[in-house]
């Protein structure tokens, strides 16, 4: 974890900057304490994005996969057809 003071950060800002882009994050201290964090665009986009639904996020993945090892619609139908009913206890 990357730390600077607030006087040490305003006197080398543009150094700091840079930084950003590759190490993420500053925290920024007054006194020994810490009382800020500095982000890269990046890092800060990601935070500030609205969360996505499981659904979404899972469609998403899909997405990515190569077409050719993804499941057809009847290979799907045939998985869950041939499924065995799950036996649950809590006793076990």
Do not use: C
């Not at 639904?53 to 998403?60: S, W």
């Not at 997405?63 to 036996?87: H, I, N, P, V």
Request: charged fraction near 30%; avoid cysteine.
């Amino acid at each position: 974890m990357k730390t600077s003071t607030i006087a040490e950060a305003k006197n080398n800002l543009s150094k700091l900057i840079h930084q950003l882009e590759s190490d993420g994050a500053i925290h920024l201290t007054r006194h020994g304490k810490p009382v800020a964090v500095m982000l890269s665009e990046a890092n800060y986009q990601k935070l500030t994005q609205k969360n996505k639904g499981l659904f979404q996020a899972i469609q998403q993945w899909r997405d990515q996969l190569d077409e050719d090892s993804a499941l057809t619609e009847a290979e799907l139908k045939q998985l869950r057809a041939s499924g065995q009913e799950r036996k649950f206890s809590w006793d076990e």
